[in-house]
């Protein structure tokens, strides 16, 4: 069974930072496109951040400078350091990843959802 787990979420003050992992796991050839997805209250899932098997990566406007999208291909995880975070970076992130199983088949896998809270 291929999966995803997340770890990282929580509570934090505006201005603090907050570092996410989501770690991928079972009968994985190869990871391509990696990305972190968030849901605010009342709103549509939006990409935040997005990152190649390349290294390329591609970041939401109201995020760029602030969060940094990383992966480790060994490790098969894909991270979000998010800096500065404000009120508004509130929601439950999701990571997304494109994977070739050992079958060589094609899955797209979502993460169970972690949720961020930045509030004084």
């Known amino acids: 069974q291929v999966q995803l787990v997340e770890s990282g979420g929580g509570l934090v003050q505006p201005g603090g930072s907050l570092r996410l992992s989501c770690a991928a796991s079972?009968?994985?050839?190869?990871?391509?496109?990696m990305g972190w997805y968030r849901q605010a209250p009342g709103k549509q899932r939006e990409l935040v951040a997005a990152i190649t098997s390349g290294g390329s990566t591609n970041y939401v406007k109201s995020v760029k400078g602030r969060f940094t999208i990383s992966r480790d291909d060994a490790k098969k995880t894909v991270y979000l350091q998010m800096n500065s975070l404000k009120p508004e970076d509130t929601g439950v992130y999701y990571c997304?990843?494109?994977?070739?199983?050992?079958?060589?088949?094609?899955?797209?896998?979502w993460g169970q959802g972690t949720l961020v809270t930045v509030s004084s």
């Open positions: 079972g009968s994985i050839f190869s990871i391509n496109g």
């Open positions: 997304n990843v494109d994977v070739v199983t050992d079958s060589f088949r094609y899955l797209e896998l």
